[in-house]
Nanobody
């Protein structure tokens, strides 16, 4: 079983930056593929970014490409999402997700473990 705890959400103005973290426990972190998803009120939980086990391969949704960066520190059992040039439409609860595997995954159904989510609000 894997436990995931997000932190670092908050309120930021348009064009600002924010970083969220996901601390994992319960399994060897380097054996996990990690992803970030987000869910705005009344909408589906959408893919944001994914990273493979080593951090050498990343993938982004078109809506965040060039603005967001996913990374991981296997020594700290933590994944990160750095968000720059934030827009009001980025406002959502951000969830980290994990599954066993060496590659990256973009489908919500591919992930077995989820954090509780952290709120990110971008004001205009």
């Amino acid at each position: 079983q894997v436990q995931l705890v997000e932190s670092g959400g908050g309120l930021v103005h348009t064009a600002g930056s924010l970083s969220v973290s996901c601390a994992a426990s319960g399994r060897t972190f380097s054996g996990l593929a990690m992803g970030w998803f987000r869910q705005a009120p009344g909408k589906e939980r959408d893919f944001v970014a994914a990273i493979n086990w080593s951090g050498g391969i990343t993938y982004y949704a078109d809506s965040v490409k060039g603005r967001f960066t996913i990374s991981r520190d296997n020594a700290k059992n933590t994944a990160y999402l750095q968000m720059n040039s934030l827009k009001p439409e980025d406002t959502a609860v951000y969830y980290c997700a994990a599954r066993s595997g060496t590659r990256y995954y973009t489908e919500r159904s591919s992930y077995h473990y989820w954090g509780q989510g952290t709120q990110v609000t971008v004001s205009s």
